[in-house]
């Protein structure tokens, strides 16, 4: 079993930069491939932003593209988001997410939600104009 653990979220104002972190522990993620979805006040769950275990592949929404940053430490098992010039629309919960299979060629498949096997508790992060 997998545990994700996000971090890092609070406050800001737009235009700002804010830094999440996800601590993984558990059962090894060796090869998973790993990613941050967020969720807005009455809608639906959003891919944000996907990272392969190798690092080398990466895949962002339109919306947050040139704007965030994801990444990860293999060695200290952590997830990042880099978050800059931040806006009131990216308020929402912010969530990890890990899935075994590594990167799959399909943006369909790795922007979705229900291919990702572990979840972390999320963590707010609220923009404000």
């Known amino acids: 079993q997998v545990q994700l653990v996000e971090s890092g979220g609070g406050l800001a104002q737009a235009g700002d930069s804010l830094r999440l972190s996800c601590a993984v522990s558990g059962r090894t993620f060796s090869g998973y491939a790993m990613a941050w979805f967020r969720q807005a006040p009455g809608k639906e769950r959003e891919f944000v932003a996907a990272?392969?275990?190798?690092?080398?592949?990466?895949d962002y929404a339109d919306s947050v593209k040139a704007r965030f940053t994801i990444s990860r430490d293999n060695a200290k098992t952590t997830l990042f988001l880099q978050m800059n010039s931040l806006k009131p629309e990216d308020t929402a919960v912010y969530y990890c997410a890990a899935d075994p299979r590594d990167w799959v060629s399909s943006r369909i498949y790795r922007r979705d939600r229900q291919s990702y096997n572990y979840w972390g508790q999320g963590t707010q992060v609220t923009v404000s104009s």
């Open positions: 990272i392969s275990w190798s690092t080398t592949s990466t």
